[in-house]
């Protein structure tokens, strides 16, 4: 849930931002539905919101587009049925039990016969050839860039992420990528290798989403504290355009204020506030589209809960106050 973006859209201050997304394996799991990014608020950036999914599966990509169309959605959504690869052709996808865990890696039985849930779900069904494409190729052309990406494509995330290198990494600004501490792909790539990547292209790790771990497969011994091998999570990095010894190209008024609207709807609220008092100290007194002081502080003065820990009380606020307009 965002803590900003109502009263900012609500005050006018989205009107002029255009948001794209690319969401890559962007098959709809029923299982994980709470952590579908339709379900995240999105939508909020209507009618100025833009988002591109590519998924492998022909049909899956139908069945979404056909729900859009029903839904008589507010924004401009795609499902595109192509392979993300760090190359364009043709390659093996391996087509698993679960439709959820096919992958252009083969499943690794070596790691997952130990393992008592992923043992059955990666089990190989059948290997069917795919063409692949590259994200640099695909949006070679495109005038709008994107400015956040979210990835799960079982263990292709490196992959997917190289193809974008030349054209589309430098302009994101966040990046949401599933990544994976076991290999239960062949020679797939591991969290470190993708935080490595990450990090040398000037994205910051902010946090993980939930633990998912599974315990050995025949044992039923497992302690509270650990709930078995960590064996994936979500890896949720964001852009840090004001740190003071960076002058990154990204360094606009306009990519901050994005990147304070994607902090903010991935509830990392304080970096957005952070982001917020940033461009208004900086940009405020010049240019009243990056005044965010008295929208600021009547969020927080009319929320119980800041009030009660004392927020609106901090030099940080205290501060701000001295951009008010009313």
């Known amino acids: 849930m965002s803590f900003f973006l109502p009263t900012l859209k609500q005050w006018g201050f989205l009107d002029s931002i255009q948001i794209t997304l690319c969401i890559v ?21 209507a009618p100025n919101l833009t988002i591109y999914g590519f998924d492998a599966d022909p049909e899956a990509c139908d069945r979404r587009n ?13 499902h595109i049925p192509f392979a993300l690869w760090d190359r364009c052709g043709k390659a093996p996808l391996y087509v698993t039990k679960h439709p959820g865990c096919c992958s252009l890696y083969p499943p690794n039985d070596v790691a997952i016969e130990r393992l008592f849930e992923y043992r059955d779900r990666h089990k190989l069904m059948s290997v069917a050839e795919v063409e692949t494409t590259t994200l640099d190729d695909f ?15 079982q263990g292709a995330e490196l992959n997917v ?11 994101l600004l966040g990046i949401v990528a599933e990544v994976n501490f076991i290999e239960l792909y062949k020679n797939q790539p591991l969290f ?25 497969r025949g044992i039923t011994l497992i302690s509270r504290q650990h709930k078995g091998q960590f064996v994936w999570t979500d890896g949720y990095y964001f852009r840090d ?21 994607l902090a903010d709807l991935l509830q990392f609220y304080d970096y957005a506030l952070e982001l917020l008092g940033y461009l208004t100290e900086r940009y405020g007194a010049g240019d009243r589209n990056y005044n965010f002081a008295d929208c600021i502080i009547q969020i927080l003065e009319q929320n119980p809960d800041a009030v009660k820990h004392g927020i609106t009380a901090l030099p940080f606020i205290t501060e701000l106050r001295k951009y008010r307009t009313q």
């Open 25 to 45: 394996g962007s098959r709809k799991i029923d299982e994980f539905a709470g952590l579908d990014y339709d379900r995240q608020g999105w939508e909020i950036f």
């Open 161 to 171: 992420l190289k193809g974008g290198d030349n054209h589309i990494l430098p302009h």
């Open 241 to 261: 355009l004001i740190r003071p010894d960076q002058n990154h190209h990204l360094k606009t008024p306009e990519r901050i204020l994005k990147l304070a609207c």
């Open 139 to 153: 949006f070679g052309s495109l005038e709008t860039p994107i400015d956040f990406m979210q990835l799960d494509v």
């Open 66 to 78: 056909a729900e859009l169309v029903a839904k008589n959605i507010g924004w401009t959504e795609k």
């Open 192 to 216: 470190a290798d993708v935080d490595s990547y990450l990090r040398d292209r000037d994205f910051t790790l902010f946090d993980i989403g939930q633990k998912w771990c599974d315990r050995r």
